[in-house]
């Protein structure tokens, strides 16, 4: 009678520590991640300068109003950049899943090869000067054959404001 009852309290705490590891388990597998906050370009401010934050482009859609930063990212919009006075066409490449986005996957590519079979892609960028019209920054390139990355520098870049509808950052 007594292994009966150390018996069934067994497979009770067996079947409640089960449940409970598949209930947990439920919450760390769907719970995704989201790091991305967003900065309009009319709040650009100096206290800004020296942040790390990536390029958002203008947008062409006459919609004005977005309501959270995926609608703002539910487009990919084109837009030039002056890297040592060159200009180039870059497009947004937004990586936003259904249940995750995060800032470090956020890049602008180059519409156009910048040699044979060979894209740029815009990354992270510290603001280091704003003035009326544009904003001045320290940008990191990566020059990529397909996904290969081939090269990786840091140039300083300019961008005319009214080309950009706001910035993205990393939220702590």
């Not at 790390?52 to 995926?70: A, G, V, Y």
């Not at 890297?83 to 259904?98: A, F, G, M, P, Q």
Request: proline share 2%; glycine share 4%.
């Amino acid at each position: 009678m007594a292994s009966n009852n150390l018996l069934t309290r067994l497979r009770n705490f067996r079947a409640l520590f089960l449940s409970s590891l598949l209930f947990c388990s439920h919450f760390a597998f769907s719970q995704g991640a989201w790091d991305i906050d967003y900065l309009p370009i009319d709040s650009v401010s100096s206290k800004d300068i020296g942040k790390e934050f990536r390029l958002d482009l203008k947008t062409n859609n006459p919609i004005k109003q977005f309501n959270s930063i995926r609608a703002r990212l539910s487009m990919f919009d084109t837009g030039f950049i002056y890297i040592n006075d060159t200009s180039v066409e870059l497009r947004e490449n937004w990586k936003i899943y259904v249940d995750h986005g995060v800032c470090s996957e956020q890049f602008l590519v180059s519409v156009k090869e910048i040699s044979p079979g060979i894209k740029l892609y815009l990354g992270n960028s510290v603001i280091k000067d704003i003035t009326i019209d544009s904003i001045f920054l320290l940008s990191d390139l990566e020059f990529r054959k397909k996904e290969l990355v081939i090269e990786k520098r840091t140039e300083a870049i300019g961008i005319k404001k009214n080309s950009l509808s706001g910035l993205l950052y990393r939220r702590e």
